[in-house]
C-alpha cells in the first residue's frame, strides 16, 4: 500500500541557507501535518494543512513557512537556518482532516543536519 | 503543556513478559493513538483508541483508555526483542483533528 512519502531522506546544509522539505501524502488523504522532533525528544507539532488552506499552527518559527499544493502534497520552506533546526521532519497525512477516524500515517521523516 | 506523558520514560524487560506502558494527559479529547518509532525512524501507527471506547485490541497489543482519570496504557504481551523501540501516545486535545501532541515517549528495550 501506498505511504506517506518524504523527500530527501537526508539534508545536510550550512548555517544560514535555506532548506525545502516535501512531503507526498497518502492518495486521497487531504490533510497533512509537520512535525519536528530534535534528538531524543519527542514529536512536535508545527503546522497543518487541510484542502490546501492552512488549518492549525503550532510551534513553527518565523523563519519556516509551507504550503499544500493542488496535488496535496506539501513543503516545508525553512530559511536562515540555525544549528537548532537540525532535527527530524515528520510528515504525516490523513483523511478528512478529523482525527479519530482512520488514525494519522506517517513518513519516514527528513533528517536535517545543519552545520 | 505536555498533553500526553508517558510513565515509565525507559522499561527494560526480558523476552516473553509483558510491558506496560502509561500516558497521561490534560485536555478532554476525542481519541488518543499510541505509535512506535524504531530508532531515529519514522513513526509508525499501533493503535487508536476513541473517548467513548475503554479497551482495545490489536494482536500483542492491548489498550486501555480511563477518560475520568485522563490516561491510557499499553500493554504488549509476550514481548519480543524485536518490539525494543520508543512508544509515544498521541492526544488531539479535543481539537477535530487539528494537530495532535505526542508525549515524552517511553524507550522499550527487551532483553533476548
Known amino acids: 500500500a501506498a505511504g506517506v512519502i518524504q523527500s530527501p531522506r537526508h539534508l545536510i546544509k550550512e548555517k544560514r541557507e535555506t532548506a525545502t522539505l516535501k512531503c507526498y501524502p497518502i492518495p486521497r488523504h487531504d490533510t497533512v501535518y509537520w512535525y519536528q522532533q530534535g534528538p531524543g525528544q519527542d514529536p512536535q507539532f508545527l503546522i497543518s494543512f487541510y484542502e490546501k488552506m492552512q488549518s492549525d499552527k503550532g510551534s513553527i518559527p518565523d523563519r519556516f513557512s509551507a504550503q499544500q499544493f493542488s496535488d496535496y502534497h506539501s513543503e516545508l520552506n525553512m530559511s536562515s537556518l540555525e544549528l537548532g533546526d537540525s532535527a527530524l521532519y515528520f510528515c504525516?497525512?490523513?483523511?478528512?482532516?478529523?482525527?479519530?477516524?482512520?488514525?494519522?500515517?506517517f513518513g519516514s521523516g527528513t533528517r536535517l543536519t545543519v552545520v | 503543556s505536555q498533553q500526553g506523558e508517558e510513565d515509565p520514560q525507559a522499561l527494560s524487560i526480558q523476552e516473553g513478559e509483558n510491558a506496560t506502558m502509561n500516558c497521561s494527559y490534560k485536555t478532554s479529547i476525542n481519541n488518543l493513538q499510541w505509535y512506535r518509532q524504531n530508532s531515529g525512524r519514522g513513526l509508525v501507527h499501533l493503535i487508536l483508541?476513541?473517548?467513548?471506547?475503554r479497551e482495545k485490541h490489536s494482536g500483542r497489543l492491548r489498550v486501555t483508555l480511563d477518560t475520568s482519570k485522563k490516561s491510557s496504557s499499553l500493554l504488549i504481551t509476550a514481548s519480543r526483542a524485536a518490539d525494543t523501540a520508543s512508544y509515544f501516545c498521541a492526544t488531539d486535545e479535543d481539537n477535530y483533528g487539528q494537530n495532535f501532541v505526542f508525549g515524552p515517549g517511553t524507550r522499550l528495550s527487551v532483553l533476548p
Open positions: 483508541i476513541r473517548s467513548n471506547e
Open positions: 504525516a497525512s490523513s483523511s478528512s482532516g478529523v482525527s479519530g477516524n482512520y488514525g494519522y500515517t
